[in-house]
């Protein structure tokens, strides 16, 4: 048996069921909810925050950038710290953070301003999101911990795909003036309750056996870490706004990321605590595998809705409400399936997860063959393939949590977690970038309908590559 099997074995006979368990998530997911939500809520709102403090595209660019950049890098590092220094303490300092830069931005007099404390809510929330794994691990076990990872894939489907539903009613009830301001500090209200709440419920590590024996952090490991997923995400991002000269930093990626293993290797084999024990990736499959097929399923899923985003609304003359509520039917397909799927996956494993892959692209092909559709049509054709692809992306994120963090000790479970999300940023942003280029690319030439189809059938080819992936996984007994 080895140390992490060990450990692993131990936590379980160790473990006793916290009464108050369910509440807690409920409470975890609430703030999850509202730092995942960020990351989409403001696309409706570009147009708004540009026409209102008068600037330019390329700045406004970063305001929904810069957010996605500082979350993925800060992602690995604040579930080491909540492992190390206690998940309500990194909770309760997250959320003060985001609260406090959410106020910034609603109340910003200028561009400069708001990309400013959009890095700040993105750092925040990196530290805030991966406390929500670590809890799971922490304070679940066996069938209910596939249920309360059904409920996080909920939290995390619904969250991606009500963004720009949510931003375009406020706007809309609000005026295109200020309206986009009442995206972040409706953060302020809620934030507060949920700080109140976390100090009241949130356990400290100790509780079911999670304490970190030694609470140092590896400040270099994050620091290679860091700059490795700069690395990726800079040029990524960048590209999506139409600069492709920031590509050449790709080549930084494989000595950081070649630095990075080394670095904790050593850290490892002195005795100290890394930041993220890389012996996960070959002492268990089960994560390597969970690692690369969350990230393509990310690569795939995410561009999808930027993209009919952007053709609905240019390509065919939506207002930012109607193409979001044409891309909410997908929400609603996910909130029925991702607590079934949390519930089956223990008795089912990796066969979910392909069953809802399947299901999700049939959905993404069948949206492919009817984007091209009359406008008017789009209504009664577009809405029902979203809602099927709903159904098979509810499937997928919670089984994949819980199957990749089965074997991972609770007291490492916040850095593993953070970095299965760190992976989906990373796949978020590669997926953002490569459906964008293909729809620019093939409507320069021909016309934004065919654009579109293009553009979602790259995504069902990412998606045939995760399930080729999720095949593979099944097949070693994962």
Known sequence: MTQSEETHASDEAAYEPDPRRWRVLAVSLVVGF??????????????????????????IQWVVSGYALAFGMTLVAGGRLGDAHGRRRLMTIGLTGFVVSSLAVGLAPNAAAIVVARLVQGASAGLLTPQNSGLIQQLFRGEERGRAFGMFGFTVAVASAAGPLIG??????????????????????????ALVLIRRMVPD????????????VDLPGAL???????????PLISLEGGAGLPLVLLLAFPPLAWAFVRWEVRTVSRGHP??????????????ANGLLVGTLYFTGFTGIFLVLSVHLQEGEGFSPLQAALLMTPFAFGAATTSPLAGRLVGRLGRK??????????????????????????????LAPAMFLAGVGGGGVISPNFTLSLAEVPPQMGGAA??????????????????????????DASTSAPVAARTALLAALVVLAVAFAAAVRSWRLGD
């Open 352 to 381: 979910v997860t392909l069953a809802a892959l399947s299901v999700m692209m049939t959905g993404t092909a069948l949206a492919a063959l009817l984007v091209t559709q009359p406008t008017d049509r789009l209504w009664w054709t």
């Open 274 to 287: 890394p930041l993220l024990d890389v012996s996960l990736l070959r002492g268990l499959p089960g994560y």
């Open 417 to 442: 977690g953070g970095a299965l999300q760190t992976g989906q940023r990373i796949g978020s942003a590669l997926g953002a970038a490569l459906l964008m280029t293909v729809y620019q690319a093939v």
């Open 224 to 234: 290679l870490l860091g700059l490795a997923v700069l690395a990726v995400l800079y």
């Open 168 to 193: 375009g009613l406020l706007i809309g009830l609000l005026g295109e003036e200020n309206g986009w301001r009442s995206l972040f500090l409706i953060n302020v209200p809620i934030g507060l309750v």
């Open 34 to 59: 509202m730092s995942l939500l960020d990351v989409t809520i403001v696309n409706v709102a570009v147009p708004s925050i540009r026409a209102g403090l008068g600037t330019s595209a390329a700045t």
């Open 205 to 216: 590590n100790d509780a079911g056996g999670a304490a970190e024996k030694d609470p140092r």
